[in-house]
Structure formats: structure tokens, C-alpha cells
């Protein structure tokens, strides 16, 4: 199984630097959509079977014009939805920004009883697993290659925590709008990082 995860375009809420993670939250802006557009010849490429995207608008938007191409629906699921901040929703402050990276950076390093913005409902058992919940779908469809529309701390964080051949060179790097995590697996063997944002991981390749 091939999983390609895609972080939506840019947001206005991109744009002010401020932590957007509930429903139904930002969405495009002009240079998103463009974004969106950009990037269908590359996913295309990878011979998608189906595609997916969060509840959140600005993932099913950036979806949009990939469905569009191939003719496709968006299967919307909830478990794809940005890690959800809590308390520290709204921030845009590099404080605060750190210490919604540093509790997603302990569920990497196994740390799942950590909570996120005081929401004992947040951890990274509940966070990953509601992921994987979406992931064991697509596997049990058994196609070959699936896109999945999501965020930037979600991806880094699931595929941090579910990937070899990922560490903190990778996951501790800003995630690019449209910038693209490649992974090939399953959950009972275990994914293998094939790609990061272009960049090809342990002599793996796309092709």
C-alpha cells in the first residue's frame, strides 16, 4: 500500500501565523488554491486509486482540483482532521506554537499519555489512533496507492510515529503548504518512509 499525504494549500490563518485546529476552520486563500492546482500534475503522476481529506474545508479544498482531474470523490473522514490544540487554540506566538510542537513531538518519541492544551481527550493514543482507524480503511480496499488531504502537524506526527526511516531532521522541520509525505506499507508490517517533501529516504524510490 502506497499512502500519499498532502497538507492543504495555504490559509489566511497561515497567513497570521495562528493555530487553526477546530471545525470547520480556515480556508484558502488565492495562493492556496493555486497551491491545490500546482500540485495535481505531481500527485497524478503516483496513479492515485482514491482520495481523501479531514472534515476541515481547507483540506477537502485542496482535494478539489485532484477529484476534479480524475473524475473522483473526496472520502471525507474525521480522523484525518488536524491534531486538535485545546487551550492552545488561537495562539500565534512562537511560545506557542513550541508547546504545541513539543507535546506532538513526545508522541513520536512514545510519550502517548501526553496531553495537548490541557484536553485530557487529546493524547497520542486517541490522536494516532483515530489516524490509523482511516488508514485500515484504505488497506482494506486493497488498492495499490491512495491520496490523503490532511495537515502538517498530523502528517509529521503520524508518520513520525508509524514510518520507518523518519527522525527528527524531518519531523522537526516546518511542513511546506502542499508539501507531500510518501509512505509505503501497512499497519500490521509497518510503513516505510519512501519520500519527505521531495527528498528520498533510506535509497527508496517513488517510481
Not at 513539543?102 to 490541557?118: E, F, K, N, P, Y
Not at 480503511?137 to 502528517?155: K, L, P, S
Request: overall charge negative; proline content about 2%; charged content about 20%.
Amino acid at each position: 500500500m502506497r499512502l500519499i499525504l498532502v497538507r492543504h494549500g495555504q490559509t489566511y490563518q497561515n497567513v497570521a501565523k495562528t493555530i487553526d485546529t477546530v471545525h470547520p476552520g480556515s480556508v484558502l486563500t488565492e495562493e492556496g488554491w493555486q497551491q491545490a492546482n500546482d500540485v495535481v500534475n505531481d500527485l497524478v503522476a503516483l496513479a492515485p486509486q482514491s482520495i481523501w481529506a479531514s472534515t476541515l474545508t481547507r483540506t477537502q479544498q485542496t482535494a478539489t482540483p485532484l477529484a476534479t482531474r480524475l473524475g473522483m470523490e473526496i472520502n471525507v473522514r474525521a480522523g484525518l482532521r488536524e491534531v486538535e490544540a485545546g487551550t492552545l487554540e488561537g495562539a500565534h506566538t512562537q511560545s506557542g506554537y513550541d508547546a504545541y510542537t513539543a507535546v506532538t513531538h513526545s508522541w513520536i518519541a512514545g510519550r502517548l499519555d501526553q496531553v495537548m492544551g490541557d484536553n485530557p481527550e487529546v493524547d497520542g493514543l486517541r490522536t494516532l489512533g483515530r489516524f490509523d482507524v482511516v488508514v485500515r480503511e484504505i488497506e482494506e480496499r486493497a488498492e495499490e496507492c491512495a491520496v490523503i488531504f490532511t495537515h502538517g502537524t498530523m502528517m509529521k506526527t503520524w508518520a513520525g510515529a508509524r514510518c520507518a526511516g523518519v527522525d527528527r531532521r524531518h519531523w522537526g522541520e516546518p511542513m511546506k503548504n502542499t508539501g507531500i509525505i510518501v509512505a509505503e506499507g501497512d499497519l500490521d508490517s509497518g510503513y516505510q518512509a519512501v519520500s519527505w517533501m521531495g527528498q528520498h529516504i533510506a535509497g527508496r524510490s517513488e517510481a
